[in-house]
C-alpha cells in the first residue's frame, strides 16, 4: 500500500507551508539585526528558525521513508504512520 498521489501532495504542501514559515522567521531575525534589538531577542528568535527548519527536515524524512516503504497491508501502514508521528514529536 504506497501513499496515493493526494496524500503525497498533501505533505509537499505542509513540507512547503512549513518552509515558508522558516523564511519568515528568518527574515524577522534579519530585521531585528537591522534593528539593533537585544541580542537575546535576536536569539530567541533564531531558536524559532532552528526548530522549524528541524521540522521541516523531519517532515521531508518521513515523506521519503512513506514513498519507499512497501506496507503490505492497512495495519502495517498505520503502524508505520504512528511511528512517523512519534519521530515527528521528538527533537
Do not use: Y
Not at 5 to 22: D, N, Q, V, Y
Not at 29 to 50: G, T
Not at 57 to 78: F, G, P, S
Request: aromatic residues 0%; charged residues 35%; glycine residues 2%.
Amino acid at each position: 500500500m504506497s501513499q496515493t498521489p493526494e496524500e503525497s501532495a498533501a505533505a509537499s504542501k505542509k513540507i512547503t507551508s512549513r518552509l515558508k514559515r522558516s523564511r519568515g522567521q528568518l527574515d524577522a531575525v534579519l530585521r531585528m539585526m537591522d534593528d539593533n534589538k537585544p541580542c537575546d531577542d535576536v536569539l530567541m528568535q533564531l531558536s524559532a528558525v532552528k526548530s522549524s527548519v528541524d521540522k521541516a527536515m523531519k517532515l521531508v524524512i518521513a515523506q521519503n521513508i512513506r514513498q519507499n516503504t512497501d506496507c503490505k497491508d492497512a495495519k502495517q501502514l498505520e503502524d508505520l504512520q504512528k511511528s512517523l508521528d512519534l519521530m515527528l514529536k521528538t527533537k
